[in-house]
């Protein structure tokens, strides 16, 4: 990034004057494409091609539905960046002109949840990686030195990432990917039987979701953009391209080896424990993100705390749960988790961009309108109905109501258009009738 990049500057709490905005195009472009880069997706690619018990997805709707949903979801990023660009304010500080500053502790509250949960899950994925490569006795200096690294580029946020990933990291992940797809698509991708086309949907979901996990944190780094069409760009194309490739590569992999070890597969290729290595270590700036949105989401509720001591404390904290807990069985927990955002954004930006038009308050003093609470929790609501996800109890309970949405509905886009349709009315409600939120 360039060379006086923001993020070296940034303020210590969120009370202090804001940092000058120096993201350009391809300052965004590069940071996204990094964070898309990522083995979480190769991982994920799985539930794309089984997004349901009774049967997988065939090859070319797999692929498919990687595509559709990167398009789906990265347009969501890329509009979510926007108005952090615009306002200069960090993602959960801008859910005050919708919520009032306590309101939006709520959200506040999610995010935080999900964003230690993302930082905790990528230190396993990066130690369990490795230990394919080496042994099970090197997992635990592994999330050690991983929580580590994340901790140092959260105190000192883009002067390690613009010195080592846009120079060095990006030109070698590129070779190591372009490698590993060399090497799959020479393999026969006849492992995937009884595919069809039956869940597209539930495919395509899972890729909206990772991209739409994003969402929250991307205005904490839009906000130094130079303009809003920059960070549109930057997040939609950088994160688009990449989502695209990495669940791509773990498709074909999984067509190509079976099993449900897709990286041991990839370990399996000639040299292909070098390619594995070079995106392990490239791994690191997920976790630095996620760790970066956590401290900047708790400096909402608590503007005075210095970002510095919150990055060492929560990096002590997602590495601890990393050495401790099987963060596997919380992976369907943080899916389950995300969808809370795709309505709490479609809320938010057809309030920002449609009913509000850009007039947004941030302040301390931002009135609550606790009406789009409604929005929010329809929309909620729409996407449990057409995909409860994969916790065993909680999706139970949804089908239990007795309803069953075609097998083409996408959750996401149902949610999103419902939450939008009620914001517009509800917007439309409160101006006809005058009536307003109150503290």
Same mark, same amino acid.
């Given at each position: 990034m360039s060379d006086d990049v923001l993020l070296t500057e940034v303020p210590r709490t969120l009370d202090e004057a804001p940092p000058p905005r120096l993201l350009g195009f391809f300052d965004q472009l590069a940071l996204?494409?990094?964070?898309?880069?990522?083995?979480?997706?190769?991982?994920a690619a799985q539930f794309v091609i089984n997004p349901a018990a009774d049967r997988p997805l065939s090859l070319a709707a797999a692929l498919v539905a990687v595509v559709v949903g990167s398009v789906i979801g990265n347009l969501l990023l890329g509009l979510g960046a926007v108005p952090g660009a615009e306002t200069g304010a960090p993602g959960m500080v801008l859910l005050r002109g919708l919520l009032g500053r306590r309101g939006s502790w709520v959200p506040t509250l999610f995010n935080v949840l999900q964003l230690v949960g993302w930082t905790?899950?990528?230190?396993?994925?990066?130690?369990?990686?490795?230990?394919?490569?080496?042994?099970?006795?090197?997992?635990?200096?592994?999330?050690?030195?991983a929580g580590a690294l994340a901790t140092f580029m959260a105190i000192r946020p883009l002067g390690v990432v613009r010195g080592y990933l846009k120079q060095v990291a990006v030109w070698v992940v590129l070779a190591s990917t372009a490698y590993l797809f060399v090497q799959v698509l020479r393999q026969p991708l006849d492992h995937i039987e009884?595919?069809?086309? =039956? =869940? $597209?949907?539930?495919?395509?979901?899972?890729?909206?979701?990772? *991209?739409?996990?994003?969402?929250?944190?991307?205005?904490?780094?839009?906000? =130094?953009?130079?303009?809003?069409?920059?960070? $549109?760009?930057?997040? $939609?194309?950088?994160?688009?391209?990449?989502?695209?490739? $990495?669940?791509?590569?773990?498709?074909l992999t999984y067509a190509a080896y079976g099993g449900d070890d897709v990286i041991g597969s990839l370990l399996a290729?000639?040299?292909?424990?070098?390619?594995?290595m070079m995106l392990l270590i490239d791994e690191l700036d997920e976790v630095f993100a996620n760790l970066y949105s956590t401290v900047v989401s708790v400096q909402n509720v608590r503007p005075s705390l210095d970002r510095r001591v919150l990055a060492v404390v929560m990096g002590v904290i997602a590495t601890l749960l990393a050495l401790e807990f099987d963060i596997h069985a919380y992976e369907n927990f943080l899916l389950l988790l995300g969808s809370v955002f795709v309505p709490l954004f479609a809320t938010f930006a057809t309030d920002y961009f449609l009913v509000s038009r850009r007039r947004?308050?941030?302040?301390?003093? *931002?009135?609550?309108?606790?009406?789009?609470?409604?929005?929010?929790?329809?929309?909620?609501?729409?996407y449990q109905l057409v995909n409860p996800g994969f916790?065993?109890?909680w999706a139970e309970w949804w089908t239990g109501l007795g309803f069953e949405a075609p097998s083409w509905t996408s959750a996401s886009i149902?949610?999103?258009?419902?939450?939008?349709?009620?914001t517009v009315t509800v917007g439309a409600i409160t101006r006809t009738t005058g009536v307003a939120d109150r503290r």
């Open positions: 996204w494409w990094n964070l898309g880069i990522s083995l979480l997706l190769l991982v905790t899950f990528e230190i396993v994925v990066i130690a369990e990686s490795a230990t394919k490569v080496l042994s099970a006795g090197w997992r635990w200096p592994f999330v050690v030195g009884g595919g069809s086309w =039956h =869940h $597209f949907w539930r495919g395509a979901d899972i890729v909206i979701a990772l *991209a739409v996990s994003w969402i929250p944190l991307a205005p904490d780094y839009s906000r =130094h953009s130079h303009d809003a069409r920059s960070s $549109f760009f930057g997040a $939609f194309l950088g994160y688009g391209a990449a989502s695209m490739v $990495f669940f791509g590569l773990g498709v290729i000639p040299a292909g424990t070098i390619a594995l947004w308050d941030v302040s301390d003093d *931002a009135r609550p309108r606790m009406s789009m609470l409604v929005p929010w929790a329809l929309g909620f609501i729409a916790v065993d109890w149902a949610s999103f258009a419902v939450a939008a349709i009620a």
